[in-house]
C-alpha cells in the first residue's frame, strides 16, 4: 500500500519537539504581554484580492508564491503568506480602532509561501510578530525594533545585526524614482532578467536584487535615503536616535527595501550570520499607507515578524535551545489485575488533583515497567500488587534517592502533598 509523505516544504513538530516549540512560544507571549501586546488570531485563508491590493501585485509573494485556489463557489482564495495584511483586515473589519484607538497587537501563526524549500525556507512556516495601529511617531518604531530584540534576549540568541533604513514616503519616493531610472536606463542590459522587468514596475525593487552582478551595479546607484523629504528625514533621524539611547547598535543599509510594496519610512531586518543565505530572522517597517490601501480610515502603523524556524536554527547553532525535560511526577506500576482495576481509579484522582502523572498500560514486567518510569523521569512510582491490594497499602519508590515507602491506600494524598 502507498504510504503518504508529508508535502515538500513543510515539517512535522514531533512530540520531542514541541515542548522547545511552547517554552519558546510562552516567552513570546510573555515578552509581548510586558509590552502590553494582545493577540489577534486571524483565519488561515483569506480572500486573493487582500494580497494583491495590500502587498502588492509585483512583488514575488503574490506574483510567485502564494498559494492560490478557487473554492467550490468559484471564489479565489489564498493561504495567507504573511500577517499584516489580514491583521489590517481584522483591525478595520472589527473597528478595533474605534474601540481602543492607539492598538497593540501580536501573533504567532503558520504562513504558506511556495518558495523554493532550502534550509530555513519552508512552504509551511511559523511567524511571530507585533503590529502597532494608531500611531506615526518615531518613538514606537523603536519600540518595536526593541520588542523584537528583547525577545530574542529573553530566548538566548546572541551575535545579532539590526540594519535599518528609510524607504520614504510617496513623495520622496516619486521624486528619487526619477533619479534612480536616469543612473539605471544606461546600465539595463547588463542587469538580470528580473530586474530588467522591475525597471517599469518597480525600480526600487533592483536594489534588493541578490543577483552578485546587479549587486556590483547597484553599488554606485544613488541612495534614497540620500533624497529623503524633510518630513522622512526628521522621522528617520529620531528612529536612530532613540535606538542608540536604548542601546540598540545597528546599521543604516541604504540597499534595504523589503519585499513587500506596503513599506513607507522606517524599514529593518535583523540577520544572523548562522542561517547562510537566507540570513534574515526578523523584518519589519513602517506601512502608514495600508490600512486606505484596504478600505480603512487613514492609520499609520509599524510592526516586524520573525520566523519560528529560523530562530531555532540560531538558537541550535549556537548551542542555546533550552532543555526540556519530560517531568512526570508519578508513575504507576501495576501488577495483575486487580491491581490494573484499581491503579485506573487511583491514576484518575491523582490528575484531578493536579498531578502530571501515567501508569503502564499493558502489565509489562516490573522490571520492564521501572525501565518506563526511568525513561520518563518519574520522580515516584507507585508499586501495586496483590500483596499491596491486600493490605490496602501502595508500595512508594522514590527514584530520585531511592528511598522506599508503604502508605495506607486513606494517606496517599497527605503522602503526595509533603513528598511533591
Ligand atoms: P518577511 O520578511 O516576509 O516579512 O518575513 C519575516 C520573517 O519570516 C523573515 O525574516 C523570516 O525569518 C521568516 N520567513 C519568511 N519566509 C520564510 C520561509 N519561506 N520559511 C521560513 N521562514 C520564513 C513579513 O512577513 C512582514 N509581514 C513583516 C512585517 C510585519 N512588516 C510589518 N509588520
Redesign the pocket.
Known sequence: MQKFKRIRGTQDILPEQSGLWQKIEQSIRTCMDHFNYMELRTPVFEQTELFARGIGEATDMVAKEMYTFLDRGQKSLTLKP???APMMRAYIENNLAVKSGFTKIYYISPLF?Q?NPQA???RQ?H?F?A?ALGSGTADIDAEIILLATEIFRRVGVTDLKVMINSVGDPESREAYRTILKSYLNPLLNQYCENCQKRFETNPLRILDCKERNCRNLNRHAPKLIDHLNPGCQTHFDQVKVLLADNGIKYEINPYLV???DYYTRTVFEITSQELGSQD??????R?DLLAEQLGGEPTPAV?????M??LLMVLEAQKKLPEIKENLQIFIAPMGERASRQSLSLLHRLRQNGYKSDRDYSLRSLKAQMREANRQHAKLVILLGDNEMENRQYLIKDMVNGQQFSVPFDAIDEFLQKTL
Open positions: 504573511e500577517m499584516t509561501r518558495e530555513g525556507r519552508l512556516f511567524q510578530g503590529e523589503r519585499g513587500l534574515a530572522i526578523c523584518g519589519g517597517g506601512y510592526g516586524f515578524a520573525a520566523g524556524e529560523r
